[in-house]
């Protein structure tokens, strides 16, 4: 099986049509369907089914890209390896993290590893939870951070470190004058602002709701943190997260962070997590040591709000 015939199926399984695997790769999508033909033809079996305006893989299909997937990841492996065994610190390491956890990577990130290992390349994305998830299960990177991850068959949680959610307000605004833990009936009398669907931060907030029989309908949503903060600190309204994620607004009295009454707020966690059975290349192995050793302290201590 030749590279172009793979890698012209892999963006077909991606998209899930022709046109857009064509759109993606800059092609025609007849050079396309050619390629995946003589694909089938060299296998002797079907790919993709057609279905509707799209397409569906067969079993075979799902086969084959699991291999590919492996191939990849062995392919990788193999020239760590051989880098490893020459002493050459070099190497390339994706991350995935959720936005309130950039902070504290770039610090592990930048003031330790990319100082210790310059020789290495990283590549810091930025997704949502789910995302994160599909990121690591599918080897597009080596390393993912995420708040309350979902439970994923090709992932295996590698650390947690407690994180627990707190309403953030202006200083001015009610909610941060008010005394002891704050409750969901309290804050639905004001505006809230959420993340999007497919965010962790999003699914604990609709998880708390749902335990509390509260709404909370948005008054602002967005993907960004940095908006939420913004629109906290604006004193438009409030929103939920982390210490951690809001560290320098707090610290700057820009925002003030509210101890949450409800039990899922407090038992939030962020997540590190890889690809499960997979061997990291050794500078993903490194940094995965830094951030266990940075972000994930075994007897960490953490500084909620009041």
């Not at 090709?154 to 605004?173: G, W």
Request: hydrophobic share 45%; aromatic share 6%.
């Amino acid at each position: 099986m030749n590279d172009r015939w793979l890698r012209y199926f892999n963006e077909v399984y991606r998209s899930g049509t022709m046109r857009g695997a064509a759109d993606t790769l800059g092609v025609e999508a007849s050079v396309i369907s050619r390629q995946i033909q003589q694909l089938e033809d060299h296998l002797g079996v079907k790919l993709f089914d057609r279905k509707g305006r799209g397409i569906a893989p067969t079993d075979v299909a799902a086969m084959l890209h699991d291999f590919c997937r492996e191939r990849r990841a062995s392919e990788e492996n193999l020239l760590a390896a051989i880098a490893d065994a020459n002493a050459v610190q070099t190497g390339f390491v994706r991350v995935v993290v959720g936005e309130g956890f950039l902070d504290t990577v770039q610090r592990a990130v930048l003031d330790h590893f990319c100082r210790d290992y310059p020789g290495v390349d990283v590549h810091v994305d930025l997704a949502g939870a789910v995302e994160a998830l599909r990121m690591i299960g599918e080897d597009e990177a080596h390393i993912g951070i995420g708040l309350n991850p979902p439970a994923h068959p090709s992932v295996t949680f590698v650390a947690t470190c407690p994180q627990p959610l707190c309403v953030l307000a202006a200083p001015d605004h009610p909610l941060a004058r008010a005394r002891g833990e704050i409750r969901l009936s309290q804050v639905a009398r004001h505006r809230i602002a959420l993340m999007t669907e497919g965010f962790g931060l999003r699914k604990l907030v609709e998880l708390a709701m749902f335990s509390e029989g509260v709404a909370l309908p948005p008054a602002f949503t967005s993907n960004s943190i940095a908006m939420l903060k913004r629109y906290a600190a604006a004193g438009l309204g409030v929103t939920f997260m982390s210490t951690v994620a809001a560290a320098d607004e707090i610290a700057s009295g820009a925002l003030v962070a509210k101890k949450a009454h409800n039990p899922i707020f407090k038992g939030a966690t962020a997540t590190l997590f890889t690809r499960r059975h997979r061997v990291l290349p050794p500078s993903a192995r490194r940094l995965l040591d830094v951030l266990l050793s940075t972000a994930f302290p075994a007897n960490g201590s953490r500084r909620g709000p009041p």
